[in-house]
T-cell receptor, first 113, second 118 residues
Framework: ETGVTQTPRHLVMGMTNKKSLKCEQH?????MYWYKQSAKKPLELMFV???????ENNSVPSRFSPECPNSSHLFLHLHTLQPEDSALYLC????????????FGPGTRLTVT | AQKITQTQPGMFVQEKEAVTLDCTYD???????LFWYKQPSSGEMIFLIY??????QNATEGRYSLNFQKARKSANLVISASQLGDSAMYFC???????????????FGEGTQLTVNP
């Protein structure tokens, strides 16, 4: 595996379900991110982890709970979601200032019914 | 005020022709970086090109070049010799300040849907 991978690619869940999104980066980066992409809206940054510590929480509802057990893995735990949470959830990683760009995974298309 | 503005929701171009996708930005930070990403219908965001605020020359990367006009705060993407595979959503993004070891916070525009016609 290379780059940034995300599983699952598609997820349909009811409002009372609990599910988790997984992201894994194979690039040796030390920062990881969760973004939300809704239709007709710019990408919204949700969380930033640097060296496994959360450094930014962008006013995200508590029904989204991130976890970064190590520098290669990032999870987004989902609980009691709303239909408006349906979106594409993108994970990204970067390496400080040495490499400026963020590398994105393919995303998880989430539908909340 | 929006930090990144992409005024073209959709653009069309004939195959093999050049196309310019507009991006203007707003920041008071003297140190910033500008990025362009491509998002095909499959969903992944693909990094295309980067321009630093202190870079003296416009960035180029293969068929992609960035027309950086600092005084006008614009960073337009130019795609030369368009190919059918260039059809995708294109996003302009900005990172303000120094990244340090805490990573880079990107602010994205709303995107431009490019369609390349045969």
């Amino acid at each position: 595996e290379t780059g940034v991978t995300q599983t699952p690619r598609h997820l349909v869940m009811g409002m009372t379900n609990k599910k988790s999104l997984k992201c894994e980066q194979h690039l040796g980066h030390n920062a990881m991110y969760w973004y939300k992409q809704s239709a007709k809206k710019p990408l919204e940054l949700m969380f930033v982890y640097s060296l496994e510590e959360r450094v930014e929480n962008n006013s995200v509802p508590s029904r989204f709970s991130p976890e970064c057990p190590n520098s290669s893995h990032l999870f987004l735990h989902l609980h009691t979601l709303q239909p408006e949470d349906s979106a594409l959830y993108l994970c990204a990683s970067s390496h400080g200032t040495s490499i400026y760009e963020q590398y994105f995974g393919p995303g998880t298309r989430l539908t909340v019914t | 005020a929006q930090k990144i503005t992409q005024t073209q929701p959709g653009m069309f171009v004939q195959e093999k022709e050049a196309v310019t996708l507009d991006c203007t930005y707003d920041t008071s930070d003297p140190s910033y970086g500008l990025f362009w990403y491509k998002q095909p219908s499959s969903g992944e965001m693909i990094f295309l090109i980067y321009q630093g605020s202190y870079d003296q020359q416009n960035a180029t990367e293969g068929r992609y070049s960035l027309n950086f006009q600092k005084a006008r705060k614009s960073a337009n993407l130019v795609i030369s010799a368009s190919q059918l595979g260039d059809s995708a959503m294109y996003f302009c993004a900005m990172r303000e300040g120094l990244g340090g070891t805490s990573g880079s916070r990107l602010t994205f525009g709303e995107g431009t849907q490019l369609t390349v016609n045969p």
